[in-house]
């Protein structure tokens, strides 16, 4: 089944304590994003990715890493965590430019409380 | 920087009405236009895909118009019903060379009533 996996998908941490939450994907996709969710904003890009090795920041990369040592792997690193990253997260993928009609999958979301 | 809008923000209609959700955007160079159906505390699942050579696409009983010189899309729901409850995204993507990023309106909340 083609789909997008996130690992966990709920974890409580607190303050400073580094994390990491994977995204993979089994549809030999070249793009990979991440967004965050968060009540009365909607969906954001922190950081997303055209292929291995190339990686780029979205609109609130700040506080967060990414990298993408293989294609279907795309994780999310929170070095020091704050509450201001508690939120729902989401990884997405989709085809490159020679896929077409580049259509987003979406993961099921990583429910993240930072205390 | 585009800009997605979607109006209402929530809406709650009786069994069997049809409806309109609608979404607006800013930058007309849009690569394409995706709607996507949200149930609380859940993943993003794409209902529809227009590109912007397209008009309008379909798909049992929605169906999603997209007039990019004015940005705007409507998403059509007909005969709804309970289990069409949900949150309803629309998400834009920019021209390639733009990046890889969608950008999301903040969503229309569905009820639908018995």
């Known amino acids: 089944e083609a789909q997008v996996t996130q690992n966990p998908r709920y974890l409580i941490t607190v303050t400073g304590k580094k994390l990491t939450v994977t995204c993979s994907q089994n549809m030999n996709h070249e793009y990979m994003s991440w967004y965050r969710q968060d009540p009365g904003l909607g969906l954001r890009q922190i950081y997303y990715s055209m292929n291995v090795e190339v990686t780029d920041k979205g609109d609130v990369p700040e506080g967060y890493k990414v990298s993408r040592k293989e294609k279907r792997n795309f994780p999310l690193i929170l070095e020091s965590p704050s509450p201001n990253q508690t939120s729902l997260y989401f990884c997405?993928?989709?085809?490159?430019?020679?896929?077409?009609?580049?259509?987003?999958?979406f993961g099921p979301g990583t429910r993240l409380t930072v205390t | 920087k585009q800009e997605v809008t979607q109006i209402p923000a929530a809406l709650s209609v009786p069994e069997g009405e049809n409806l309109v959700l609608n979404c607006s955007f800013t930058?007309?160079?849009?690569?394409?236009l995706q709607w996507f159906r949200q149930d609380p505390g859940k993943g993003l699942t794409s209902l529809l895909l227009?590109?912007?050579?397209?008009r309008e696409q379909t798909s049992g009983r929605l169906n999603a118009s997209l007039d990019k010189s004015s940005g705007r899309s409507t998403l059509y729901i007909a005969a709804s019903q309970p289990g069409d409850s949900a949150t309803y995204l629309c998400a834009v993507r920019p021209l390639p060379g733009g990046g890889n990023k969608l950008t999301f309106g903040t969503g229309t909340q569905l009820k639908v009533e018995l």
């Open positions: 227009i590109q912007s050579s397209q």
């Open positions: 930058d007309s160079a849009i690569y394409n």
């Open positions: 997405a993928s989709s085809l490159g430019p020679h896929g077409g009609i580049y259509e987003q999958y």
